[in-house]
């Protein structure tokens, strides 16, 4: 999540309004100097109360690719229990978002490699790779906490889904790059490791 600046735009209702507004009004753009850097200061949004995930029905497509899980719920029974070590936080989070889990899973998996105490030279930290200012407006106290740097990249995520209309590559763009750089260049920014970044999540995230 590199430091960038986006233009005002709505967001899902799910978030705050100071969110929106501070997540989405920024002024400057600038090339990304490493995977997930940014230096957004967000004002911080209340945590809501977890829900119970309901029981898994049966009869959705664990193949589903899209983001039309963005207004409900992702459910996939099939992949309970087969994304790794943090398998029952990243469903946690996923449902607490309406995402899907395997894109969480993919981001996860080429921002730290599941190393919860990884560290970029920009500062970025924890599986996800969230800086300081922005783990902190999105209520995260300890970055290399495993629950809350989910919790807080699947709460970014899902803003910059909402942001590109469910549109996977501009939003994995912004997470690498910044949103203000997406909406710069109309799509993703022409910056090698973004342009490199984009293509090797959404691989992943098609064959998990």
Not at 54 to 69: A, E, F, Y
Not at 75 to 82: C, D, F, L, T, V
Not at 97 to 120: C, V
Request: aromatic residues 8%; proline residues 6%.
């Amino acid at each position: 999540m590199n430091p960038s600046n986006s233009s005002p735009s709505d967001t899902s209702s799910s978030f705050s309004s100071v969110f929106s507004s501070q997540l989405l009004n920024q002024n400057s753009v600038q090339q990304p100097s490493s995977s997930l850097v940014s230096d957004l200061f967000l004002s911080q949004a209340a945590w809501e109360k977890f829900e119970q995930v309901q029981q898994q029905l049966p009869g959705l497509d664990k193949q589903t690719k899209t983001v039309s899980q963005t207004n409900s719920v992702y459910e996939a029974p099939s992949q309970q229990g087969k994304l790794g070590k943090y398998d029952e936080l990243i469903q946690k989070a996923a449902a607490r978002y309406s995402l899907d889990p395997k894109l969480l899973y993919s981001i996860i998996k080429h921002e730290s490699n599941f190393n919860p105490n990884a560290k970029s030279h920009a500062g970025a930290s924890g599986l996800m790779q969230l800086m300081p200012a922005t783990a902190r407006g999105l209520g995260v106290q300890d970055v290399f906490n495993p629950e809350q740097n989910i919790n807080g990249g699947a709460k970014y995520i899902k803003s910059m889904l909402n942001k590109y209309n469910g549109n996977i590559e501009k939003a994995l763009a912004a997470y690498n790059a910044g949103p203000g750089n997406v909406d710069k260049y109309k799509g993703i920014p022409p910056f090698k490791e973004t342009m490199a970044y984009v293509p090797k999540v959404m691989n992943t995230y098609r064959n998990v």
